[in-house]
């Protein structure tokens, strides 16, 4: 059976511009609670999402992910450069001093502290005391805290964590009341 020459062209058309009321996916910063290979209590990722759901990820060094998240290196999540530590109001994290000087190391105490949201001591990968109540895992009320920081559709506390419910946390965790809440209840 033979197709009508204006079947085909519309079929071509479809292809090539799908309906508009498909979403595409984007590319946002985030982390899991998760430990990686490398011997870090928490991993950090540009993960590819669509309509709010995770369909891939891609893991990042810590120093990667300062330089793409403060703007400083080209990145697929922030493809306007902008400082999303500054945007979110994440302090002593990115690439810029609080009197706009170029940082010489780009660590992120609030990177660093992830893992506290998980384990309640470091285990000789990090130093000092978590704040999770339980030693490898957050309590069930810190659980419930922590979902205010994921789509309802991630269910599991360890992740994925992305966009700006991600930075959002990071932000949380800076703030001391924030801190107490989580570790002891309020």
Known sequence: ????????????????????????????FGFSLNPTAQGELAALFIYTVKDGVVLNNVPMRPTFFVLQASGLMESKANLESVDLFDHYGIKNCGAWTDDGTLRTDLNCTTLQELWKLRYRHGMGAQPGEGWAA???RPSDRQQIILQFYRKPEDEHWQGPYFGEDAFRLLRDMQDPAWVRTYAQGG
């Open 134 to 136: 339980e030693e490898f």
């Open 1 to 28: 059976m033979r197709r009508s020459p204006h079947f085909a062209y519309g079929f071509a058309c479809f292809l090539l511009n799908p309906p508009t009321g498909s979403a595409q996916a984007r590319y946002e």
